[in-house]
């Protein structure tokens, strides 16, 4: 069995400031990982994802996350917020090689504070 | 291009009747999932196609749960004597290959009253 814990069902963060937002996964094989933002009223959109390889992966919207197979971690980070950044956030993990079904975090509602 | 749509945005219903959910996908995409959004919650897989056959419905919470897709297109998600619990926003996503990247719909918001 796979899961994702997102930590702080809330993020506030001040325009301009470090966003970061954790992510940590268990999985019995090796994982794909997905960061997935959704705006209010609109459709999941894929922000960045993480296969094989390079394990600093970059996303849209000066997004970027790592994997850290020692931590079993994907945080999400990104180095100044601006307003349109304020979203919920879901973090995924695929344990069949990205053809199954993603198992998601509860989600993280991050707040930009002018 | 066209998105993932589904069909219809809003549905509201009485408790105990069948209702069904529609959703096209992106065009060539051969893998199509259906997900479960509860308030405050992630999305919660129920069914996975790849063409015309279930690959995976390991999430579908019971037998009032069933799903379609006939002709590797569009599926149908279709659920039997409705519960107040399945009040939620059922999503649906298609992907082209693998390792995928899943194509969001915007969801159909069913109420169960």
């Known amino acids: 069995a796979q899961s994702v814990t997102q930590l702080g069902s809330h993020v506030s963060v001040s325009e301009g400031a470090l966003v970061l937002l954790r992510c940590n996964y268990s999985s019995s094989v090796p994982p794909y990982l997905f960061w997935y933002v959704q705006y209010p009223n609109q459709g999941l959109q894929l922000l960045l994802k993480y296969t094989t390889g390079a394990t600093l992966v970059k996303g849209i919207n000066g997004f970027e996350a790592e994997f850290k197979k020692s931590e079993t971690s994907f945080h999400l980070t990104k180095p100044s917020a601006h307003m349109s950044d304020a979203a919920e956030y879901f973090c995924?993990?695929?344990?069949?090689?990205?053809?199954?079904?993603?198992?998601f975090g509860k989600g993280t509602h991050l707040i930009i504070q002018p | 291009g066209a998105g993932v749509s589904q069909t219809p945005s809003n549905k509201v219903t009485e408790k105990g009747k069948y209702v069904e959910l529609r959703c096209d996908p992106i065009s060539g995409h051969t893998a199509l999932y259906w997900y479960r959004q509860s308030l405050g919650q992630g999305p919660e897989f129920l069914i996975y196609f790849q063409g015309t056959g279930a690959a995976d419905d390991s999430g579908l919470p019971n037998d009032r749960f069933f799903a379609v897709r006939p002709e590797g297109s569009v599926s149908t998600l279709k659920i039997q004597r409705t519960e107040r619990g399945d009040s939620a926003v059922y999503l649906c996503?298609?992907?082209?290959?693998?390792?995928?990247?899943?194509?969001f719909g915007p969801g159909t918001r069913l109420t169960v009253l």
């Open positions: 996503a298609s992907s082209l290959s693998v390792p995928n990247e899943q194509f």
């Open positions: 995924a993990v695929s344990s069949g090689g990205g053809a199954d079904g993603l198992t």
